[in-house]
């Protein structure tokens, strides 16, 4: 059943993009046809729905389908702008851009405008438990109710106006960084002011800074745990980390990992470091690498969301990065890895052959087939009884088409599939 899923989700992506993968790694860069850029924001429903926003852009992929959605915006063409989205509890979808927010309900589409339409354009969002709509932008923050507009400024407990990143919590907290949105430093002899970050507990702003125990007020993201721990990024290239707010006080988790954050639904906390093109895991204890993407993927952007079965998408300069736990956590548990050890094909692209090579601790039955974009088993590598030790098995692609292939190892209880690409 596990290896039907995985087929389901990326044959879907593969039908409707043009795609390479690298080890656990699979890199979109067109949807029906259509180079991307870098994904501005992304989120995902309930039901498994995923919206991809671009600058000028919006994109739906619902029951393995690319639905290009831009026409249903009051702008067409889209303004060259941010936009973002955001999914409520209620299962409403909002987006926001410029001065107006759009609302998605499943059949309709609504629109809304702040009457001043001088002010900066929102640059992020977030929906409450009651489905207030918050956004934030240069001149402050702004909360919308459905009906009424209210704005949130320095005179209201900010500590500036310049407000660029903006998330709410499970609990409906609305947590901000500050940061002056424009390229100022050394140049122009103007610098960007920090704060820390603040939290509106739905009556009062509250400041969390060097003062309050944060290392540093150069604040780059935040991330919400499962059990009201809030994580917090701080620093640039040279200097980074990570703290864990517990509801009382902060403590530093991490003195030389930071980027982009969010917590999947185990509670395992996910690190895109952007400046050094890497991505970490934290399961409270310890820090893990996962695999480097491949070089001709360019870097790392901070959206990202995890689809229903748990795979990481990612935004990139250049599209959409997908990393796949089918293939990215293989084993069942210690002592199987110990027993049995696929290693990932090799080369991968491939033409027109490539190998796969395993190790055996104790002698068994192993099977090695390979299957076709439609599911179809095309070839039988391994089937039989094989002794301890270091095997191989080769694929000829020869006589069949350029595309993505996939393998499935199986081996006293351990199982691992794959994907494998024929470029010719």
């Not at 956590?329 to 090579?357: G, K, V, W």
Request: with cysteine; aromatic share 16%.
């Amino acid at each position: 059943m596990k290896y039907r899923l995985f087929i389901v989700v990326f044959l879907a992506v593969m039908f409707s993009s043009h795609v390479f993968a690298n080890d656990v790694w699979t890199y979109i860069t067109e949807i029906n046809g259509e180079e991307l850029g870098g994904p501005v924001s992304m989120a995902v429903e309930d039901d498994g729905t995923i919206w991809v926003c671009f600058m000028q852009r919006v994109y739906r992929y619902n029951e393995n389908i690319w639905t290009d959605e831009s026409a249903n915006f009051p702008d067409n063409p889209l303004p060259y702008v941010y936009i973002r989205i955001a999914v409520s509890l209620q299962g409403n979808v909002w987006f926001c851009y410029s001065n107006k927010l759009v609302k998605y309900d499943g059949e309709t589409w609504q629109y809304f405008e702040y009457e001043d339409s001088t002010i900066s354009d929102f640059m992020d969002m977030g929906v409450d438990p009651q489905e207030n709509v918050w956004c934030c932008s240069d001149d402050g923050v702004y909360k919308f109710d459905g009906t009424n507009w209210e704005k949130h400024t320095t005179q209201d407990g900010l500590m500036g106006n310049g407000v660029t990143r903006l998330k709410v919590s499970p609990e409906g907290d609305v947590w901000v960084r500050y940061q002056t949105p424009y390229l100022l430093g050394k140049r122009t002899g103007i610098y960007s002011r920090y704060f820390g970050v603040s939290r509106f507990n739905g009556t009062d702003w509250e400041t969390f800074n060097t003062e309050d125990g944060l290392i540093s007020d150069r604040v780059d993201d935040f991330a919400f745990g499962p059990n009201g721990e809030v994580y917090v990024s701080w620093g640039s290239w040279d200097e980074r980390g990570i703290m864990r707010y517990n509801g009382s006080k902060w403590e530093s988790i991490a003195d030389n990992i930071g980027g982009s954050l969010l917590c999947d639904k185990n509670g395992v906390l996910w690190i895109s470091d952007n400046d050094y093109a890497s991505v970490y895991t934290y399961n409270g204890i310890e820090f893990t690498k996962l695999p480097d993407k491949a070089q001709e993927v360019l870097r790392y952007k901070t959206t990202k969301i995890f689809d229903q079965n748990g795979n990481l998408w990612h935004g990139v300069s250049g599209g959409i990065l997908i990393y796949d736990f089918t293939t990215g956590i293989t084993d069942n548990d210690e002592s199987e890895r110990q027993q049995f050890i696929l290693h990932n094909n090799y080369p991968n692209p491939f033409n027109p052959a490539t190998t796969m090579s395993y190790t055996l601790a104790n002698p068994g039955h192993v099977s090695l087939y390979v299957y076709n974009s439609t599911g179809q088993k095309i070839a039988t590598l391994v089937d039989t009884h094989m002794s301890a030790g270091e095997h191989s098995a080769k694929f000829d692609g020869r006589g069949l088409a350029s595309g993505m292939y996939f393998y499935r190892f199986e081996a006293g209880g351990f199982e691992k599939s794959g994907k494998m690409i024929l470029v010719k």
